[in-house]
């Protein structure tokens, strides 16, 4: 008989790769069906790929390599500094190329007080005419941004109506990233499907308390989006909750001016393909391509394969084991009308960009 305690059956998880013997279509997509507009990425530092110290031209070989004729840059950042850096090294080289988010200097609130949310209305129309053209809201609203009095500032604060207001009076979108995976939130444990990604990034670990529920962020936001109808949002990464579209659903149903994009969320959106695919064609006009990765064409197909094709269980990412959690995806074999609303149309309207 067997003892399960013994050394020679156990295995650690990360030593644990396993070849599936499935015989499967692997479609290879070189090209996407339609020109895309990435309307959710990062040229900063912040991911470890800091194109502002590398020639633009080089970046453009790897768009125009899969047909990216336009990227979102969400690094405008926490200062005019950071801002004006992105628009002089990247949207003087190529106009059309390239459109850059400004945000919210969040330290700055202890110094102001309730003075804050008009000051930062006014950075913002001072961002958009230097040459920003949206806002970005990071994560750390709703988790670690602290008032005057050293509170946490809920996303419904009523103090920051003047930034959304002025967002609404610019007539520019606001893309918001509120919360985390739902697994982010969880206690850290044997259940937790998020467990390797967790251990190797701790500070991606929100668990209550210290942090708010990740509900009650949810909530706050839906309060936001709800009070603003004259403000455009974009929920990040799927509304912030990609493993519920039911209720990102619902907040579209309810709020036409609530938008979503799928950057970074190919594994939870591939591994529920037919709810994935339902929510793609019922709301079709609300979605925008995005990836969240370093611009690289592999990456790039990668997304093409998902939408395009109708493949089975495959890895959502470059390297394996996946790094968001261990299972596959399918893929959600859109049709046409839908791939050109979420590769580019939906971008061009939402974002005002002008087609020449």
Known sequence: MNDPANTSTDLLLRGYVPRSQLKVSETQISHPRFMVIDAHNHLGSIFGSDWSERPVSELI????????????????????????????????AAPER???????????????GDRFGESAAKKLRTQIER??????????????????????????????????????????TVIIHVADPVAFFDPLDNTNERWEELHVHPDWHFPNPPFPAFRTIMD????????????????????????????????????????VDIAARLGELGRQPFSARRFFIQYADRILFGTDLKP?????????????????????????????????????????????KVYRKNAVKVLNIEVK
């Open 61 to 92: 070989d790897v768009l125009d390599e899969i047909q990216v004729d336009m990227l979102v840059d969400l690094d405008g950042g926490w200062g005019e500094d950071i801002l004006n850096r992105h628009i002089d090294h990247f949207k003087s």
């Open 98 to 112: 390239f459109l850059h988010f400004g945000g919210v200097d969040w330290s700055q609130w202890p110094e102001l």
């Open 131 to 172: 040459g920003a053209q949206g806002l970005k809201i990071w994560k750390n609203f709703g988790l670690k941004v602290r008032d005057h009095n050293d509170q946490l500032v809920a996303i419904d604060d009523e103090r920051l109506i003047p930034i959304w207001e002025m967002a609404a009076e610019l007539q520019i």
């Open 220 to 259: 706050q936001l839906a309060n936001l989006v709800t009070r603003h109808p004259e403000t455009i949002f974009i929920g990040a990464h799927v509304g912030c909750y990609a493993e519920n579209l039911k209720w990102v659903g619902e907040l579209l149903d309810r709020c036409p001016n609530f938008y």
């Open 296 to 340: 690289d064409p592999e990456m790039y197909r990668l997304h093409y394969r998902f939408l395009e094709s109708d493949d089975e269980y495959f890895n959502y990412d470059l390297d394996y084991p996946p790094s968001q959690g261990r299972w596959q995806i399918y893929g959600l074999d859109l049709p046409e009308e839908v791939l050109e």
